[in-house]
């Protein structure tokens, strides 16, 4: 009897391995704070003074690494509005950059701000200075949402900016807040159907979370939130990243990196240390169960490629059990240097 087969590669963009020199610029250039913020406890970083400063120290300290290293390296400036900075002060910050690429020391640059804060003036700019990816703020493109976590911008805002950044041929990238007050997963769907329509390059999706001295700390005390639980994100952002991998959306974070103070003032949300790779995990094994079940054969054993057992296995192992009980027992299970799922029966 002959064999059957079927082989399938991981469903996740391929994302070119880049290392990048994060510059925290907390609060830079925000004219209002939103009902999440808190920018020092998530980044760590206290709010700067003297802008010119803190960029040259973490230049001359990136230029000194890289030759040490013999590594080129990107820059991405994080944290803040960066478009927000006076116009010259945006200038001057990309011009240090424009130097140390023409010495080959930075070969990417990145930085995340405000549609509202992208304009044709501001875009000519960024394209100027070679600047390779604008990460946008977005959060959600519901109005109601928007309008209560004082976002001060709405939908047409962002088509507005997005104008801008293609008309200079800018690569953008979308941030997600999904949880806010007034979201829900319809409005999350619907959050995603959008992201996929104007298809940026990139996407990091940030769980909203109750954080100390925030707007929304006093609304969550008030019994006037309710957070999203680790479950329903999971749920959510499983499901989500399906379609986000199937449209080449590069997904370049899930969840907040785990910085001491922001880990010692989370009051409540979907935190967990290991969330990406439980979304992730989620996503995988949801791909894999459906184009099984669309199979006409039993698959009686299966290849799994080693740099993806611990994420078809799940956190914990949560899904191991369902693969054994595939293919009748670990025996049939082979792991190797694979680049593709393989499924025989």
């Known amino acids: 009897m002959k064999t059957k087969l079927f082989a399938i590669k991981h469903p996740a963009p391929t994302k070119m391995k880049r290392s990048i020199w994060p510059i925290f610029l907390p609060f830079a250039g925000c004219k209002k704070r939103c009902i999440f913020c808190s920018q020092e406890i998530s980044t ?53 950059v424009v130097k140390l ?30 600047v390779d990816l604008v990460e946008l703020g977005i959060q959600s493109f519901d109005s109601e949402v928007l309008d209560v976590a004082n976002r001060g911008y709405t939908l047409s805002t962002i088509l507005k900016a ?36 104007l298809k940026p390059s990139t996407l990091r ?57 922001l880990l010692a003032n989370i009051i409540a949300g979907p935190w967990h240390e290991a969330l990406g790779f439980m ?25 799994v490629p080693s740099r993806y057992l611990s994420e078809l296995w799940g956190y914990k192992n949560v899904y191991q059990q369902f693969w054994y009980n595939l293919v009748n027992g670990p025996t049939f299970i082979k792991i190797g240097p694979f680049k593709e799922f393989v499924f025989m029966g």
């Not at 400063?53 to 994080?78: D, P, W």
């Not at 070969?107 to 070679?130: G, M, Q, W």
């Not at 100390?212 to 006093?218: H, P």
């Open 44 to 96: 760590g970083r206290k709010k700067v003074k003297d802008f010119k400063a803190l960029v040259s120290k973490e230049l001359t300290e990136l230029e000194f690494r890289a030759k040490k290293n013999n590594k080129v390296y990107g820059v991405g400036f994080f944290g803040g509005t960066f478009t927000g900075l006076p116009y010259e002060l945006q200038s001057w910050i990309l011009e240090r």
């Open 101 to 130: 690429r023409c010495k080959n020391i930075v070969d990417f640059v990145c930085l995340s701000t405000r549609p509202d804060f992208i304009n044709n003036e501001v875009a000519e700019l960024l394209k100027s200075k070679n």
């Open 162 to 197: 997005i104008h801008y950044l293609k008309k200079y041929n800018l690569k953008y990238g979308f941030q997600l807040l999904p949880g806010l007050p007034k979201h829900n997963l319809a409005k999350f769907w619907q959050d995603i159907e959008l992201t996929i329509c």
């Open 205 to 261: 999706i940030y769980p909203c979370l109750v954080l100390e001295n925030t707007l929304l700390a006093k609304l969550y005390r008030l019994e006037q939130y309710r957070p999203w639980s680790i479950e329903k994100t999971v749920y959510a952002l499983g499901f989500a990243l399906l379609d986000i991998w199937r449209n080449n959306i590069k997904i370049l974070r899930i969840g907040l990196t785990p910085e001491r103070s």
């Open 279 to 303: 979304v992730r995990s989620f996503a995988l094994n949801m791909y894999l169960k459906r184009l099984i079940a669309s199979l006409s054969w039993q698959p009686t054993s299966l290849e």
